[in-house]
């Protein structure tokens, strides 16, 4: 041993008598991560060329990177003498890849592929084992299952560092390179990914079932295993796609700039000229900005939860862009479905239900009371803010006038944008608050203070979750009316015309003919599904109330929504990087959740209640 590797050893030795993290690079190419001290070790020994390997080695909290098994075993005898002394127990997961994918060849079926597992150690060891190959079998990697040989210890080529190192429990995993194009150097991605997600879980699992027979630590759930920081590459792509993020405003990009004079024009030439929409001119450059997007490397990221999040905020980014790029042109349509999604069967049913069954009848009289005007309406938002601010400093929305917006209220990063051409029923003022800054502005400078900027900008496909969540909230305040519910059912009606290929013209003529909406309401409604040449976002109010509604009927939480902007399929994401302490708690909590009536609202919410059971008149 040199001068220079007994100076290393001192330096682990000091950090792990501490208990400090560990992120230290050495020899070539070598490195020990331990980001807190935990009862384990993932280890990769060897020089050969493994990439899905060092992946899943890399993708955990605890692990080790060496070339050789005597510099291996030292560091390891090191980590786990402290370790089970603080914990009472200590294992080795020592991964590594066959050499080639024997299994692989031509058929009409995909065939199995190889991977061995071998335990050393007493019978903890071989619940770990045992629990690594359940986990393994159950997770599919691309169509092709696991065909798992476990060899006795000895009998294990694989297991050298095992042998070397008898007084510690390990395990050792081989998996053949499934991922690797036949006769090539090329690779599936795809399958890459997931074969390395499926094999950090089932080691998880492994560990979590040890630490469980041995009693040295309590988990909530093998997640809890998982990494508490994130590296410097996390950092500098979280910086980089929010750069592209903030580069343009989607939806005021979309959003006609003389709503009021094209609404003057199409009442005057009564209904049967379809209006003429002016838009602001672009002041993103398309091709510059995907090109930054995609010069964001994700495959440092040592964690493929995160790698996963990013990527699909990437190709959500590029979409956007490209109807940014097809404003007013055919292809914006079909963008504009990719994007949101088609109008499902069951979706159009609902909100046709809902319209059927709150149709107004004959002389009943239409609106929801007083009006309050534009001036009101900023007083009550500024009033809501600086509540919110008095509880959270970092909690610095402003409140901005504009006349090139139609009338109403809309959220623009941490900026309440309110058109001067606001009128809207007194009543309905708290509850529409309640959903611009009690969930959408809330939502923002509650992720912003996450630390990475993707939970304020939001998670890709979190629109949905976002607007049924803000609907949610006027019903808590008890603001959600009939006229309400029908203007977000009458949206996805309007949606899925014109996806059909209904003009502007039929689209408002059914919303007045067919559903009895007022030719000024008809025609805001229809502008907001034909802007930029017809985006069928406005579907997902109703979208997200049904998936709101279905997560509370099933007893789920909504506390992980107030973390960041995400989506129904990120919750369990959300709770595992909580449960991991990636994520911190929510800095504020919603007002509308402490109104008098929000408890009594909300449990009826649990116990199952419908769209057309939340209006209160």
């Known amino acids: 041993m040199t001068a220079a590797d007994e100076k290393l050893l001192a330096e682990f030795a000091k950090a792990l008598a ?54 291996a075993a030292t560091i390891i005898k090191l980590v786990a003498e402290v370790m089970t002394e603080r914990f009472g127990a200590f294992i080795l997961l020592d991964i590594g890849e066959l050499a080639r994918d024997r299994l692989a060849g031509d058929a009409d079926y995909l ?11 007493n019978g903890p060891a071989k619940q770990a084992l045992l629990a690594f190959s359940a986990a393994a079998e159950q997770a599919k990697a691309k169509y092709r299952a696991p065909q798992i040989a476990r060899p006795r210890i000895g009998d294990d080529p694989a297991a050298k560092l095992a042998r070397l190192l008898p007084g510690i429990a390990s395990l050792t995993v081989r998996f053949a390179p499934i991922y690797r194009v036949p006769e090539s150097e090329a690779v599936y991605p795809e399958l890459r990914e997931r074969l390395v997600a499926n094999i ?44 592209v993020a903030q580069s343009f405003d989607f939806l005021l990009a979309v959003t006609p700039i003389n709503a009021q004079a094209a609404w003057a024009e199409f009442k005057e030439a009564g209904g049967e000229q379809a209006p003429r929409f002016l838009y602001r001119p672009l002041t993103v450059d398309v091709a510059r900005q995907k090109k930054a997007l995609f010069s964001v490397t994700l495959d440092r990221f040592e964690d493929p939860v995160l790698t996963t999040l990013y990527r699909e905020k990437q190709q959500e980014l590029d979409l956007q862009l490209s109807l940014l790029a097809a404003r007013e042109t055919p292809r914006y349509v079909e963008f504009g479905r990719a994007l949101y999604g088609p109008v499902e069967s069951g979706l159009l049913k609902a909100a046709n239900d809902i319209l059927a069954d709150t149709r107004p009848r004959r002389g009943q009289r239409k609106g929801d009371g007083d009006d309050a005007d534009v001036a009101f309406v900023e007083r009550r938002a500024r009033a809501m803010i600086k509540t919110y601010a008095g509880d959270y400093d970092g909690f610095a929305a402003s409140v901005e006038l504009r006349d090139d917006l139609p009338s109403g209220l809309m959220v623009s990063g941490g900026r309440l944008l309110i058109s001067r051409n606001t009128t809207m029923a007194r009543q309905r003022v708290e509850a529409l608050l309640s959903h611009e800054v009690g969930v959408h502005l809330l939502t923002y400078f509650n992720g912003s203070a996450q630390g990475l900027r993707l939970f304020r900008s939001g998670l890709a496909g979190y629109e949905g979750v976002q607007e049924g969540l803000a609907v949610l909230a006027e019903y808590l305040v008890g603001g959600m009316t009939v006229a309400r519910l029908r203007l ?19 689209c408002y003529r059914r919303l007045v ?16 599904v034909y802007r930029g040449g017809g985006l069928p976002k406005d579907a997902v109010y109703l979208r997200g109330l049904l998936e709101v509604l279905a997560h509370l009927r099933a007893g789920g939480s909504l506390d992980p929504f107030w973390m960041g902007k995400i989506a129904a399929s990120h919750f369990g994401v959300m709770q595992e990087l909580g449960t991991r302490g990636l994520l911190k708690a929510p800095r504020l909590l919603p007002q509308f959740l402490s109104h008098p009536q929000a408890a009594e609202r909300l449990k009826a919410a649990y116990a199952g209640i419908t769209p057309l059971q939340m209006p209160e008149n």
């Open 18 to 71: 501490a208990g400090e993290p560990i992120r230290r690079d050495f020899g070539r190419g070598e490195r020990l991560h331990i980001d807190r001290p935990l009862p384990f070790l993932v280890v990769h020994v060897g020089r050969r060329r493994e990439p899905a390997a060092l992946d899943v080695v890399s993708a955990n909290s605890s692990y080790l990177l060496v070339r050789n098994l005597g510099t």
């Open 111 to 121: 065939p199995p592929f190889e991977m061995s597992v071998s335990a050393s150690g």
């Open 488 to 506: 977000i059912a009458a949206r996805v009606v309007a949606c899925a015309d014109m996806l059909d290929g209904a003009s502007f013209i039929e």
């Open 513 to 528: 003919r067919a559903f009895g909406f007022s030719e000024s309401t008809a025609f805001n409604l229809a502008l907001r």
């Open 200 to 243: 950090v879980d089932a080691g998880l699992r492994a560990v979590a079932s040890f630490v469980d027979a041995t009693g040295s630590l309590a988990l909530a759930s093998h997640r809890a295993l998982g990494r508490r920081a994130f590296v410097d590459a996390v950092t500098r792509a979280d910086r980089a796609i929010d750069d």
